[in-house]
């Protein structure tokens, strides 16, 4: 079965510009997850989407947009990009189930964000 | 909310040495506790997870028990290689924030010859 894929896997920007990230899940994984990661704050969650619905957001700001799709793949959208959104992107997949008992996430590669 | 904290790095070692990790939480509801590794220019694997207090996750030679009573998760390899040369991450999930695991700052481990 396939991993997690993420495109691209590097991007350089300038300030002011947008970029898009796209994340394709594991098949038959409907939950999708987004982190950053820098050396200064760790690594920090950004969005979760399930079924093409933004279920939990982390600490933000608005510039920072995701969405879903109907095959679950998923796309993030930083606009106005500043230099220290300059991270690594890392996307998750995980199947949901019952109770108290949650399946682990499955990591991408990630994209290596720069801003210039 | 949630929160979790783990040891500082970087830990370097020799081969064949015993490795600890310590992790200990701050959660709401149930939570669900996991150990990812990362190497270099790599994404996050799990290396092993516990979903219920007193299990015992364990995987390559890692173990980690879910301690309730202490809130901890400490993360034992009994040998470790060189191959073993990684970033650490200690992790949480709750039943109020399906979906997001809330990461510790990580543990670097440079193992030598």
């Known amino acids: 079965k396939a991993g997690v894929t993420q495109t691209p896997r590097y991007l350089i920007k300038t300030r002011g510009q947008q970029v898009t990230l796209s994340c394709s899940p594991i098949?038959?994984?409907?939950?999708v997850s987004w982190y950053q990661q820098t050396p200064g704050q760790g690594l920090q969650f950004l969005f979760e989407?399930?079924?093409?619905?933004?279920?939990n957001k982390g600490n933000f700001p608005g510039r920072f947009s995701g969405r879903q799709f109907s095959n679950s793949r998923s796309e993030m959208n930083v606009s106005t990009l500043e230099l220290g959104d300059s991270a690594l992107y890392l996307c998750?997949?995980?199947?949901?189930?019952?109770?108290?008992?949650?399946?682990?996430?499955?990591f991408g590669p990630g994209t290596r964000l720069t801003v210039l | 909310g949630n929160s979790v904290t783990q040891m500082e790095g970087p830990v370097t070692l020799s081969e064949e040495a015993f490795l600890t990790i310590n992790c200990t939480y701050t959660?709401?509801?149930?939570?669900?506790l996991f150990w990812y590794v990362q190497y270099p220019g790599e994404g996050l694997q799990l290396l092993l997870k516990?979903?219920?207090?007193?299990d015992k996750g364990s995987n390559k030679g890692f173990e980690a028990t879910y301690r309730k009573e202490t809130t901890s998760f400490h993360l034992e390899k009994g040998s470790v290689q060189v191959s073993d040369s990684a970033v650490y991450f200690c992790?949480?999930?709750?039943?109020?924030?399906?979906?997001?695991?809330?990461f510790g700052a990580g543990t670097q481990v440079v193992v030598t010859p």
């Open positions: 098949s038959g994984h409907r939950s």
């Open positions: 989407y399930f079924s093409e619905t933004q279920r």
């Open positions: 992790a949480l999930t709750s039943t109020d924030s399906w979906g997001k695991l809330q």
């Open positions: 516990a979903t219920k207090a007193d």
């Open positions: 959660a709401t509801g149930y939570p669900s």
């Open positions: 998750a997949s995980s199947t949901p189930i019952s109770g108290n008992t949650y399946n682990e996430q499955f």
